[in-house]
């Protein structure tokens, strides 16, 4: 039997909230890989960033770690933590691959949103898998690119089979709205935003 | 402090729940919100209706299990609940009769208020608070009669649903009626211009278009149930699309199969065999 590749996924983002659709991707991405029969995912990790990146109605980190550590609550595989500390906890050193949905793979795009030289050392030292998104063209977005298109043996494009289009943008929305966000996140990260009052000023007017 | 004139509204979603989905759980939250929202509706209640075994579906699986995934579904719920009693009949039941039998079971609640009012509490409640709930329900029963009169049971449904009355055979022309005009559907629907054509080109839904309620669906969801058999035939992961609890039952009693799958292959569907028979007749 030939032995396959360990593989820790790491996804980054703003988990401003956390949803069902963030907690999808890893579930996608892990069958995805296993299917090819060249890897075993043995862990997932949630890194959120840091408030210092300036997006625009981010929360605290503070709340958005404590909500992912509630949504991940009942997954036995996926954590929540910084990755700098990933080989700390694995003895064998895995494989460790960005996990991202379709949206941030059309980001490399943004002019001066990304440098060449980190696009470069993500694909080339560690890898993609990415999840499809309604309405992108992942594999449009590698041809489109140079880099991508030199690493395209890196880059995993995983199909959710099950069209899911849970933004967390429209979650803020709606809870500013006083609107049910119930089935759409889990239930104990529900009650930590109505506990902790989060969301409640309405942002953009834009929705998708 | 209740506002007497709005209407109560329960809402009725019929389907064969092959599994429940957090899709079917999010279209009763839209619906709520949107009734709510328009200050003329108040939402009472979420029933959820399985359909029976004698619906003949293909890859239907038995209602007894359909049924404990949604119980399970709407354990955290604290306003929809499951219903059997379409479930349980011998043969297949028109929707059109099951939503006529909780209007009438509402009704006699109403009237009768010795009864325990099904209207405010959910079964399984703790004890205390469905006393001091039953004694409120009583006084506010009596109320009712002279306000804005007993709460109305409207259907529930995706807009696959709203496009099914198009179906030949699948419905009963006069079922439609009795379904728009005693009752009225609220429609959740992404494709919100495309059911207005669909009520445009239909006499019968145009007529009853103040009784179709259309709630925009922001957020594509194409959770369906065929979908997440498909999955777990093939060894996919259904995590985050149905409530846990329902995917732990799946898993603990391996329900669905390529051979659950062929179960009623070949049998033509309930309504499409009494309405061709009737005509036949």
Not at chain 1, 106 to 114: A, D, I, N, R
Not at chain 2, 137 to 145: G, N, P, Y
Not at chain 2, 175 to 192: E, N, P, V
Request: glycine fraction near 6%; charge should be positive.
């Amino acid at each position: 039997m030939k032995s396959r590749i360990p593989v820790v996924l790491l996804a980054c983002g703003s988990f401003n909230p956390i949803t069902n659709m963030h907690l999808r991707l890893f579930e996608v991405a892990r069958d995805h890989l296993h299917q090819t029969g060249r890897y075993q995912v043995i862990g997932g990790i949630i890194s959120p960033v840091n408030d210092n990146y300036g997006k625009k109605d981010l929360v605290s980190a503070r709340h958005r770690v404590a909500m992912a550590r509630l949504a991940l609550q009942t997954s036995d595989w996926i954590r929540v933590d910084s990755w700098e500390k990933y080989d700390a906890i694995f003895p064998a050193v895995p494989e460790l691959k960005l996990l991202c949905g379709a949206d941030f793979l059309k980001t490399f795009q943004t002019p001066s949103l990304w440098k060449d030289t980190h696009i470069q050392e993500i694909v080339e030292k560690f890898g993609l898998v990415c999840v499809t998104r309604a309405g992108h063209d992942p594999k449009g977005y590698v041809l489109d690119s140079p880099i991508l298109q030199r690493y395209q043996d890196q880059i995993h494009l995983a199909r959710e089979p099950v069209q899911n289009e849970i933004s967390a943008t429209y979650v803020r929305w709606a809870l500013s709205q006083g609107q049910s966000v119930k089935y759409l996140l889990p239930d104990a990260v529900i009650s930590y935003i109505r506990e902790h009052n989060l969301y409640l000023r309405d942002p953009s007017p834009e929705r998708e | 402090m209740e506002n007497p004139e709005k209407t109560e509204v329960v809402l009725l979603a019929c389907g064969s729940f092959n599994p429940i989905t957090n899709m079917h759980l999010r279209l009763f939250e839209l619906a709520k919100d949107y009734m709510n929202g328009t200050g003329k509706y108040k939402v009472i209640k979420g029933i959820i209706s399985p359909v029976g075994d004698a619906y003949k579906k293909k890859g239907l699986i038995s209602a007894c299990h359909r049924v404990i995934m949604a119980e399970l579904a709407t354990k955290n719920s604290k306003w929809i609940e499951v219903d059997t009693w379409e479930s349980l009949q011998k043969e297949w039941t028109e929707t059109a009769k099951v939503l006529r039998h909780h209007q009438e079971k509402l009704e006699a609640s109403i009237c009768d208020p010795q009864q325990n009012s099904p209207v405010l509490e959910k079964p399984g409640r703790k004890r205390k608070w469905a006393e001091q709930k039953q004694d409120f329900s009583e006084k506010k029963s009596l109320e009712q009669t002279k306000t804005k009169g007993v709460p109305k049971v409207k259907l529930l449904c995706g807009a696959d649903f709203l496009e099914s009355f198009g179906v030949p055979n699948l419905w009963k022309s006069e079922d439609i009626t009795k379904i728009l005009g005693d009752h009225g559907l609220i429609c959740i629907t992404r494709a919100g211009n495309d059911a207005q054509k669909f009520i445009y080109e239909s006499d019968v839904l145009w007529k009853h278009q103040n009784n179709i309620h259309l709630v925009n669906e922001w957020i594509t969801n194409d959770i369906s149930s065929t979908k997440i058999r498909r999955a777990l035939r093939r060894g996919q992961s259904i995590r985050y699309l149905v409530p846990d609890l329902v995917q732990e039952y799946i898993e603990k009693h391996n329900l669905y199969s390529s051979e659950s799958e062929e179960r009623n292959v070949g049998v033509v569907l309930a309504p499409l065999q009494r309405n061709t028979t009737e005509v036949k007749a």
